[in-house]
């Protein structure tokens, strides 16, 4: 009888040293991925009705804010009795807007969505606050600490603004940012249409509107496109790969032939692994994750791609882009740091090959697998959650095959854009160079280690079992880097596309010829599983 030696540092583990076949653990790693895959599901369709269920709700309390605000503005001189903390709500809505306001005329100062005129022109009250009805303004009253400092005169007039009616125990005033003084007016001036006016000094004061002649500052709002009744995007439109019929008839055929060529050859490699007892290592249970994945992967865009273009129908609501963008980036964000850790799984099995089934016993390959899962989850809610919380104000038309982050950006509108694009391309960078650190350090441990071999076929063995997993890992973060590290130019957005579809694709179509093809005991379980039923003979 052939005695076993264990094998020394730099060798792979055996290959029988399998995960415990007990009743209890027999089935224990298939039901924890279907788990996780079942969560994410649930995960990603709830995320997507609550974010629209909020946006929804956001979106409605905004234009409620937006259409008190403008109807205060339209009102005139109702808008400048608004006093305290109320007004300054709503000129905060008008501020929230200023950055998708028009400019103001000349001679006009834009501040908190208005636009200002100062004039030194010496006009009674209501003299002035017919010149600024000629203009579609009306005469300014001050009702907050930031407009009181910006209007402020700089010169040691006064300018009037408002009646005193409208302040009958007085006004507050603001200095310096400290608590608001509040002042009286004179006892002497008791008349109801007396007015008032702010000196060069920052003092209040009243006259009698005839008695003096004052300058004047006139008021009224930009033309905020955000302020007016704006068109609500409903539904996205996904251009697909080409604008050339022809061009996209035959990339959607290779794509979806290499689609259901891939997805066989990983359901397939899922049973193999699954029906055969020998596979039943930590290698092989990271790989069926994998294949897992793959399919998940391409399964999110292809087959909605394929529906569109049959039916004609280009179409996605916000709800379904919105749960594809999240499963899309899940899923491909597993697949990536799967591979990280089957390069870990690597490295122990090369560098400490003795204690291997110690340390990679069922439940470290649980958690193992959990990570993956768990922390593709968390990367895709924050994607998710920064670009749906934009607003969409049109066009619709998805310059894209899915709903991708950078194309979807590119439709977005308001001030917040360059700030969750620059957040969204941080954490992608992160992640990706994250997993490729991971994976570096685990082979440049491994490679060390296969120099340390004295037999040249030592060396092939230890190396052949990394082979596959290395090959994986430059198609998927070749691709992956092309896509999201390539530097910003001049680029196509049909290029663009082909290369999105390439990544999407061909990396899931590749992984099973791959590992089959490097791999001849997935190789011969596959043969006996599949073929001993079409030909036992040969078997």
């Not at 409620?64 to 400048?80: C, P, T």
């Not at 470290?364 to 924050?382: D, E, H």
Request: glycine content about 6%.
């Amino acid at each position: 009888m052939e005695r076993k030696y264990p094998p020394i540092q730099g060798e792979p583990a055996q290959r029988d040293q399998r995960l415990p076949q007990d009743d209890p653990w027999k089935f224990f790693c298939l039901a924890m991925t279907l788990m996780l895959l079942l969560f994410d599901l649930i995960l990603g369709v709830v995320l997507a009705e609550v974010l629209l269920f909020s946006n929804k709700m956001q979106e409605d309390l905004k234009q409620m804010d937006i259409q008190f605000v403008q109807g205060l503005a339209d009102a005139g001189h109702e808008r400048d009795i608004v006093w305290g903390e109320v007004f300054r709500q709503t000129e905060a809505v008008r501020a929230g807007n200023e950055s998708s306001c028009e400019p103001c005329r000349e001679n006009w100062t834009a501040f908190q969505g208005s636009c200002y005129q100062f004039s030194t022109q010496e006009l009674s009250w209501f003299k002035a606050k017919d010149h600024c009805a000629e203009k579609g303004a009306h005469l300014v009253i001050i009702n907050s600490q930031a407009e009181q400092k910006f209007l402020s005169p700089k010169e040691n007039n006064g300018y009037w603004i408002g009646l005193r009616k409208q302040y009958p125990k007085g006004i507050h005033k603001w200095q310096d940012g400290s608590v608001p003084t509040f002042i009286n007016w004179h006892d002497t001036r008791s008349s109801h249409y007396d007015c008032a006016f702010l000196m060069g000094s920052g003092s209040w004061s009243s006259t009698t509107c005839y008695a003096y002649w004052y300058h004047w500052i006139c008021e009224k709002p930009q033309n905020c496109p955000d302020m007016e009744n704006q068109t609500r995007v409903f539904e996205f439109i996904l251009l697909g790969l080409s604008e050339q019929p022809l061009q996209q008839q035959v990339l959607i055929g290779m794509s979806c032939s290499l689609y259901l060529i891939g997805c066989m050859g990983n359901l397939l490699t899922i049973l193999a692994i699954l029906l055969d007892p020998h596979l039943h290592s930590p290698m092989y249970f990271f790989l069926s994750n994998l294949s897992l994945l793959d399919i998940c992967f391409t399964s999110t865009t292809v087959p909605k791609m394929l529906v569109n273009y049959l039916c004609r129908h280009s179409t996605i609501s916000p709800q379904a882009c919105l749960a594809q963008m999240y499963f899309f980036i899940a899923f491909g964000a597993a697949e990536s740091i799967l591979l990280s850790v089957m390069a870990y799984d690597r490295y122990l099995a090369i560098c400490c090959p003795l204690h291997y089934m110690t340390i990679m016993n069922v439940l470290r390959c649980a958690l193992l697998v959990t990570v993956p899962w768990t922390s593709a989850n968390l990367i895709s809610m924050v994607h998710t959650i920064l670009v749906f919380h934009l607003t969409f104000c049109g066009p619709n038309e998805i310059h894209h095959f899915a709903c991708h982050v950078p194309p979807l950006l590119k439709l977005a509108c308001g001030t917040d854009v360059p700030v969750v694009a620059k957040g969204v391309g941080l954490v992608c960078i992160m992640a990706l160079l994250g997993c490729c650190l991971l994976i570096l350090l685990s082979y440049a441990f491994i490679v060390a280690a296969i120099l340390r071999i004295p037999s040249a076929e030592g060396r092939h063995k230890a190396f052949s079992t990394c082979a596959s997993h290395l090959t994986v890992v430059i198609v998927h973060y070749g691709f992956a880097s092309v896509i999201y590290l390539k530097p910003k130019g001049p680029q196509s957005l049909e290029g663009d596309t082909l290369m999105g579809i390439t990544y999407t694709v061909l990396t899931p179509f590749l992984s099973p010829i791959i590992f089959s093809l490097r791999n001849k005991e997935l190789k011969t379980a596959m043969t006996k599983t599949f073929l001993r039923k079409l030909y036992p003979e040969k078997i």
